[in-house]
């Protein structure tokens, strides 16, 4: 039996990372989508790992990892940063031409809201 393309848990083979295949990484490494469920960020550590597997669009893909017990609780959203958001959101929901707050996100290629836009514009 062969050992899986990606497997070199030494890192000899990938500048001294330590690299996975899909699916194979040990516990206690997550990426930080995963830390990110859990309520935590990385914490300022350097990826420890990384996973790599065949893209279907030719090449590889590396996903980093980092260790759980490094890993640090996600910063609390201030006031001011909720704020902040809020206004950039509503901001991108206001029609430049009418003024209304269109209740979505306004299509980027069109700039205006679907109503401003009219029937020539949704391909009717």
Do not use: E
Not at 12 to 31: E, N, V
């Amino acid at each position: 039996m062969s050992r899986p393309r990606h497997w070199d848990p030494d890192g000899a083979r990938h500048g001294g990372t330590p690299t996975y295949p899909w699916r194979m990484a040990p516990a206690g490494y997550f990426t930080r989508r995963q830390l990110r469920a859990k309520g935590l960020r990385p914490g300022g550590q350097d990826p420890a790992a990384q996973i790599m597997w065949r893209s279907r669009y030719g090449g590889t893909r590396p996903a980093y990892l980092y260790r759980l017990d490094r890993a640090k609780p996600v910063r609390p959203l201030t006031p001011a940063k909720a704020a902040a958001l809020a206004k950039a959101n509503r901001a991108r929901r206001t029609c430049p031409a009418c003024g209304q707050d269109a209740g979505y996100v306004l299509p980027a290629h069109l700039g205006i809201c679907l109503t401003c836009a009219g029937p020539a514009a949704l391909g009717a």
